[in-house]
């Protein structure tokens, strides 16, 4: 093994420069603890894709806030708000439902502040998440999985659960606009910062649409001619919602992607509806050739949600020209699903083997 790069450690380079075309990022000062390391993600320069469309193609390594998502942002939101309002005080607890990202970042959150997470998710959700949480701290109700409308709904029970707790709160993630808060104070700024305002659209995918609007809300503030995109996974049903002029059509069909997709307008979206440029929806054969692709051509491991996103600045590229710059999110790694994303097994069970150009089959390594 080259010794190279310990004899440059060994000399105290004083400079972040490495190699004549390489400059490594140096954070100057310490941060303070888990919450401090929150946000200020890299904005990466997808180089394939950036060639394939001739447009900038540029996006947030959201998987590098230290929780391991963009739900990071969210969560120090949720949990900030609440103490400013007076909900919650030393020692008290809070309660989400979700069966995700979220309930990551609000267990680290918690564990940062000195209070007991509570999370109800669906009894569907896989024990490895389950496992995840609990390992962080959190105490975890699975509960049976039924709809929205059934007041047995993990949704439901949480809030429930709060409300017969002394010092408690629920944070409520999909109508707390404190979770859109978070992209209006920090997703936005940094983009704009980033791009020094050069950038012409937006696009993501939602699930409480808080990273899609308050990023859009900030960034139209600062430029009304940046176009924002919203993508939707299969099942979701914003699209039609959105070609439709506002009709709320019954949710179909499901998705492999996870975190995104809505049956309603959320709170967290509802005073941005009409930042929507256009919303438009992605096939799961999109999303997954993507995660290939990005692994591949260029090392970046992302889920099905970021590769959504990544497949939806393509889309975007087409719609706007040559020479633009587009931005989006890279929400999570893939570490979360890469039983499911590279197991043969899944993929075939989803038809999804053929989605995967037959260079990048030799990725599926899991059975
Ligand atoms: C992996 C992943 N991607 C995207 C999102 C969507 O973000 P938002 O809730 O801000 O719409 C989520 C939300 O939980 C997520 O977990």
Same mark, same amino acid.
């Given at each position: 093994?080259?010794?190279?790069?310990?004899?440059?450690?060994?000399?105290?380079?004083?400079?972040?420069?490495?190699?004549?075309?390489?400059?490594?990022?140096?954070?100057?000062?310490?941060?303070?603890?888990?919450?401090?390391?929150?946000?200020?993600?890299?904005?990466?320069?997808?180089?394939?894709?950036?060639?394939?469309?001739?447009?900038?193609?540029?996006?947030?390594?959201?998987?590098?806030?230290?929780?391991?998502?963009?739900?990071?942002?969210?969560?120090?939101?949720?949990?900030?708000?609440?103490?400013? @309002?007076?909900? =919650?005080?030393?020692?008290?607890?809070? %309660?989400?439902?979700?069966?995700?990202? $979220? #309930?990551?970042? &609000?267990?680290?959150?918690?564990?940062?502040?000195?209070?007991?997470?509570?999370?109800?998710?669906?009894?569907?959700?896989?024990?490895?998440?389950?496992?995840?949480?609990?390992?962080?701290?959190?105490?975890?109700?699975?509960?049976?999985?039924?709809?929205?409308?059934?007041?047995?709904?993990?949704?439901?029970?949480?809030?429930?659960?709060?409300?017969?707790?002394?010092?408690?709160?629920?944070?409520?993630?999909?109508?707390?606009?404190?979770?859109?808060?978070?992209?209006?104070?920090?997703?936005?700024?940094?983009?704009?910062?980033?791009?020094?305002?050069?950038?012409?659209?937006?696009?993501?995918?939602?699930?409480?649409?808080?990273?899609?609007?308050?990023?859009?809300?900030?960034?139209?503030?600062?430029?009304?001619?940046? @176009?924002?995109? =919203?993508?939707?996974?299969?099942?979701? %049903?914003?699209?039609?919602?959105?070609? $439709? #002029?506002?009709? &709320?059509?019954?949710?179909?069909?499901?998705?492999?992607?996870?975190?995104?997709?809505?049956?309603?307008?959320?709170?967290?979206?509802?005073?941005?509806?009409?930042?929507?440029?256009?919303?438009?929806?992605?096939?799961?054969?999109?999303?997954?050739?993507?995660?290939?692709?990005?692994?591949?051509?260029?090392?970046?491991?992302?889920?099905?949600?970021?590769?959504?996103?990544?497949?939806?600045?393509?889309?975007?590229?087409?719609?706007?020209?040559?020479?633009?710059?587009?931005?989006?999110?890279?929400?999570?790694?893939?570490?979360?699903?890469?039983?499911?994303?590279?197991?043969?097994?899944?993929?075939?069970?989803?038809?999804?083997?053929?989605?995967?150009?037959?260079?990048?089959?030799?990725?599926?390594?899991?059975?």
């Amino acid at each position: 093994m080259s010794c190279l790069r310990y004899k440059r450690i060994a000399c105290k380079i004083p400079s972040p420069r490495l190699f004549s075309t390489f400059k490594l990022q140096v954070f100057e000062k310490p941060v303070d603890g888990f919450l401090g390391a929150i946000g200020n993600t890299p904005l990466l320069k997808i180089k394939s894709l950036s060639e394939e469309t001739s447009c900038n193609i540029l996006a947030k390594a959201e998987f590098m806030n230290p929780g391991g998502s963009v739900k990071d942002r969210a969560a120090l939101y949720v949990v900030l708000d609440a103490e400013e @309002k007076g909900l =919650l005080k030393p020692g008290g607890t809070v %309660v989400e439902g979700t069966a995700g990202n $979220t #309930g990551i970042g &609000l267990a680290h959150v918690c564990r940062a502040r000195g209070y007991r997470c509570v999370i109800f998710m669906p009894n569907t959700q896989s024990q490895e998440k389950i496992d995840l949480l609990k390992m962080l701290g959190a105490e975890v109700h699975p509960v049976p999985a039924v709809a929205f409308e059934n007041p047995q709904n993990y949704n439901h029970q949480a809030k429930r659960f709060a409300e017969n707790l002394e010092n408690a709160v629920w944070t409520n993630q999909f109508d707390n606009t404190a979770n859109r808060r978070a992209h209006i104070e920090t997703t936005g700024p940094e983009i704009w910062a980033q791009t020094q305002g050069h950038l012409d659209a937006f696009t993501c995918a939602t699930g409480t649409g808080g990273s899609f609007a308050g990023t859009s809300r900030f960034l139209k503030s600062k430029s009304s001619s940046i @176009k924002c995109y =919203l993508a939707d996974p299969p099942g979701s %049903v914003l699209t039609s919602y959105f070609a $439709t #002029g506002g009709q &709320l059509t019954e949710r179909s069909g499901s998705s492999i992607t996870e975190g995104i997709g809505q049956g309603r307008v959320t709170d967290n979206l509802k005073g941005d509806v009409e930042l929507v440029e256009e919303a438009f929806t992605l096939p799961d054969e999109k999303s997954i050739e993507m995660v290939y692709k990005l692994l591949h051509y260029d090392g970046i491991y992302v889920g099905a949600s970021s590769a959504l996103n990544a497949a939806a600045a393509v889309e975007v590229a087409r719609r706007v020209g040559p020479g633009k710059t587009i931005v989006t999110l890279l929400c999570d790694g893939a570490y979360r699903y890469q039983s499911r994303l590279f197991s043969r097994n899944w993929l075939e069970s989803k038809g999804l083997v053929d989605a995967i150009p037959a260079h990048l089959q030799k990725y599926i390594v899991l059975p």
